[in-house]
Structure formats: structure tokens, C-alpha cells
Nanobody, 127 residues
Framework: QVQLVESGGGSVQAGGSLRLSCSASGPAGIVKTCMGWFRQVPGKDREEVATIYTGDGTTHYPESVQGRFTISADNAKNTLYLQMNSLKPEDTAVYYC???????????????????WGQGTQVTVSS
């Protein structure tokens, strides 16, 4: 079992930056684990923002955020980060961190395999 707590959300003007953090607590930390950031807006499906496999640092980004967002993990601090630059109004959403414990991201077939989720943090980007 792991508990995830996001922080760092807020309001920013278009073109600005935010850095989200996700603190994980649990007996095994975040070692060799697929972790990800997801976002959701009312009336829309939750979507993947970025994933990282902490065992080797492999990352994945959808086209919508490629080149603007960077996911990273500090295994020693049991913390996941999302650096968001060049923010756009369409990035406005509640952002969640999640983990599919002890599995490579390459082996995760879908979002349902992320079994542990944080409470979410609101990101609002104004034009």
C-alpha cells in the first residue's frame, strides 16, 4: 500500500510555469515502479500527462505536452515531480499522480492498472 499526496498547483498566466510534486509514503517507496501524472476536467475523460519508470528513468509523454512538460522522480525522497512550462489554457485541470506498483510502464496495458491515486491538485491557466 502507498499513499500519494500532490502539491504545487495554483493559478498562472498562459506561458507561465508550475512545478507539481507528489509525495509517496509506504514501506517500499517508489523504487522500480511505474508512476504517472494524469489530468481531468469536468465532462472529459481522465488523460495521461506523463509516465516514468523509476527503475531506469524511461519516460513517456503524449503529443499534447511533449516538449513542455518534464516528469522526474527522486527515489531517495520518494517524490515525483512534474515541471510544466509554456502552460496553455487547455492545460487547466485537476492533476493527479498515480502508481502501478512494482511494474515497468512498458508492461502497463491501461490506466486501470494504476491502482493508487493522490487526491489531486488544481491547475488553472488563464489567457
Amino acid at each position: 500500500q502507498v499513499q500519494l499526496v500532490e502539491s504545487g498547483g495554483g493559478s498562472v498566466q498562459a506561458g507561465g510555469s508550475l512545478r507539481l510534486s507528489c509525495s509517496a509514503s509506504g514501506p517500499a517507496g517508489i523504487v522500480k515502479t511505474c508512476m504517472g501524472w494524469f489530468r481531468q476536467v469536468p465532462g472529459k475523460d481522465r488523460e495521461e500527462v506523463a509516465t516514468i519508470y523509476t527503475g531506469d528513468g524511461t519516460t513517456h509523454y503524449p503529443e499534447s505536452v511533449q516538449g513542455r512538460f518534464t516528469i522526474s522522480a527522486d527515489n531517495a525522497k520518494n517524490t515525483l515531480y512534474l515541471q510544466m512550462n509554456s502552460l496553455k489554457p487547455e492545460d487547466t485541470a485537476v492533476y493527479y499522480c498515480a502508481t502501478a506498483l512494482r511494474i515497468s510502464c512498458a508492461l502497463v496495458p491501461g490506466m486501470s492498472y494504476f491502482g493508487y491515486w493522490g487526491q489531486g491538485t488544481q491547475v488553472t491557466v488563464s489567457s
